[in-house]
């Protein structure tokens, strides 16, 4: 029997279980690891199958089906209007399916629960244009960004732990930005604000990043460090990068998706993806 989170994150029965919950994600060959906390028996932290969104007639995405391994880095390549947003709306519950089955790790049916309850549950979300909190300090951003109760009370009364100020004395070092600590946010270049709205999610300690267009208008010294970034993170947290930046692609992923009309057209190293000629085709280009 499949379980899933209520309102207030408590765990009850779901009518219909996912019957065939690990078969074809077995046969591609996922990792077997298991996740702190959720249930990844079959070594995949996201499974989508059969998803489609129609908005107005027009379909976002059609019967897509798409499995990440727990620790993997994967990257989601295609041209524009291709399903990229849709699909990461799903994930989130921004969105919701009219057909097909999501699942977070074996239990959690994402279709059935909101977009706070998918975040509490460990799916963070980083979008294209960084969301800081521009008057705050970047330490001011990350204590705000805890795992915490957020209600005005709480917060008024809240004095952080040694665990938390050490927790977020290492994400700061993870994103460089132990020197800028006392800065505010809107002083910090472009890249800075990405890196601290990643940092905002690590606080968080989610199993799965979502992030879109991480690069986009970083320079090159900046584009590389995100590159060691995100392979650092790999392995500890589970990574979907949407990118158009093919350079950035090769230098962090082992495993990319290409989507088209909705759909996945290819999947397979950078290598493969590239040498495939549907993918040339309506994407690369020749």
Known sequence: ??????????????????????????????????????DTRHGTILTLEDISVSFDGFKALNNLNLYIGVGELRCIIGPNGAGKTTLMDVITGKTRPSHGKAWFGETLDLSSMSEVQIAQAGIGRKF??????????VFENLELAQKTDKSVWASLRARLSGEQKDGIAQVLETIRLTGSVNRPAGLLSHGQKQFLEIGMLLVQDPQLLLLDEPVAGMTDAE????????????????????????????????HVTVLHQGSVLAEGSLEQVQENERVIEVYLGR
């Open 128 to 137: 294209q244009k960084p969301t800081v909190f521009e008057a705050l300090t």
């Open 223 to 254: 584009t590389e460090f995100t590159a060691e970034l995100f392979k650092s993170l790999a392995g500890k947290h589970s990574l979907m990068v949407v990118e158009h930046d093919m350079g950035f692609v090769g230098a962090i992923a082992d």
């Open 1 to 38: 029997m499949r379980v899933t989170a209520t309102a207030e994150f408590m765990l009850e029965p779901i009518l219909e279980p996912n019957k065939d919950a690990g078969s074809s994600r077995d046969a591609i060959g996922l990792g077997q690891a298991k996740g702190d906390g959720l």
